[in-house]
């Protein structure tokens, strides 16, 4: 599977970016899916995650209950909803795909990135 992520760019302190990852496939509805955040001189770090049915998420807690992650597979796309952005949650944001029902820490198939800057 082949995966573009998009949606990043600046926005101020507070503010709300939606993040989108298309999959290439027609099998997206058996991909668990991620997003991961890098920041710059910082190690890659776990987002969130949801299962290959959507009925199951996961989040690192600095972004609980601002972030949500969703998914429509009628549309091959997985989304990151970023409410009360934060200047700490700049970086390079990348989508993540498995194929099993739940990521369980492991991925097989990444996007390019895209960026995200919030501006203090």
């Known amino acids: 599977v082949q995966l573009q992520a998009s949606g990043g760019g600046l926005v101020q302190a507070g503010g709300f970016l939606r993040l989108s990852c298309a999959a290439s496939g027609r099998t997206f509805s058996s991909y668990a899916m991620g997003w991961f955040r890098q920041a710059p001189g910082e190690e890659r770090e776990f987002v969130a995650a949801?299962?290959?049915?959507?009925?199951?998420?996961s989040y690192v807690d600095s972004v609980k209950g601002r972030f949500t992650i969703s998914r429509d597979n009628a549309k091959n796309t997985v989304y990151l909803h970023m409410n009360s952005l934060k200047p700490e949650d700049t970086a390079v944001y990348f989508c993540?795909?498995?194929?099993?029902?739940?990521?369980?820490?492991?991925?097989?198939?990444w996007g390019q990135g895209t960026q995200v800057t919030v501006s203090s």
């Open positions: 993540a795909a498995v194929q099993r029902p739940w990521p369980s820490g492991r991925y097989d198939y």
């Open positions: 949801i299962s290959a049915s959507g009925g199951r998420t």
